[in-house]
Every structure is written in structure tokens, then in C-alpha cells.
């Protein structure tokens, strides 16, 4: 067996605290943080290209995922992609208008050895809630 690239074993502890965020607080009764966290999102940057790898979801194209599982002896992962959207739940291509990113069921399968960086964001990030604008009186 192959030793896994540097980025395999950055993915699987991503996934490792990904899960432990998952468990946290499962079994307590008295002490909790809510939210509740369950992903680390983040982008995965092309070697070649070296900018981030994108796919696409219902003509929406995105940066983000989140890993679902890894496959350490081939380094393949699947990933579920991340919606961007701004302030008002509307999807986005850039970064400067990202407010939150929106789970999917949308997955895509991955060669991680493709890859050369990645870069995690805040959990806050996901499924953040939208503003509740009041009407103007």
C-alpha cells in the first residue's frame, strides 16, 4: 500500500473534526452550545489551474463541499456541494456577497490526489440564518 498524499491525510483529519463537531454535546444533558455543528466547509484548490475547483448545482456553480467520506487507500472522497448564497437566501459566484452556505443533495466523487490545497471556513458559515428584514412603517 501506497503511503496517502499530504493532502489525503489533511482530508481525513478534517473529517475526523468534522465528526467530532457532529458528537459534540450528544450525552449531556446540563452543558451544550447551540448551534449544533455538523460540517467544516471548504475549498479544495487545483494544482494545474491553481485556483479553486469548482462544481456545478442546478446551473449554480460553487467552490464549496463537504466531506462526506474518504477513502484513505485511494484517496478518492465524496463531497457534498455547498450552495453560496447573500443576505437574501439569493445564490452567488463571488465571496464578497457570501452570507451562507446551503446544504444540498447534490455529490460528486473525487480524486484528492488532484488537489494541492485546501482550505476550510467556518462552520458558522453553514445554514447560517437569513436576516429578518422588517417592513419599513
Known sequence: MNKPSVICVEMKKLLEEQELLGKFCHGFQYVCSFPLYD?????????????????????????????????????????????????????VDSCEELYSLKKTKSCIIVNINCFCAITPFSPKLVDKKLPTVEPKK
Open 39 to 91: 460540517t467544516i466547509p471548504f475549498t479544495l484548490h487545483d494544482c494545474e489551474l491553481h485556483k479553486p475547483f469548482s462544481a456545478h448545482y442546478h446551473c449554480i456553480k460553487t467552490p464549496y463541499f463537504r466531506l462526506e467520506k474518504l477513502d484513505i487507500d485511494t484517496c478518492c472522497a465524496t463531497l457534498t456541494l455547498l450552495e453560496p448564497v447573500d443576505l437574501e437566501g439569493n445564490p
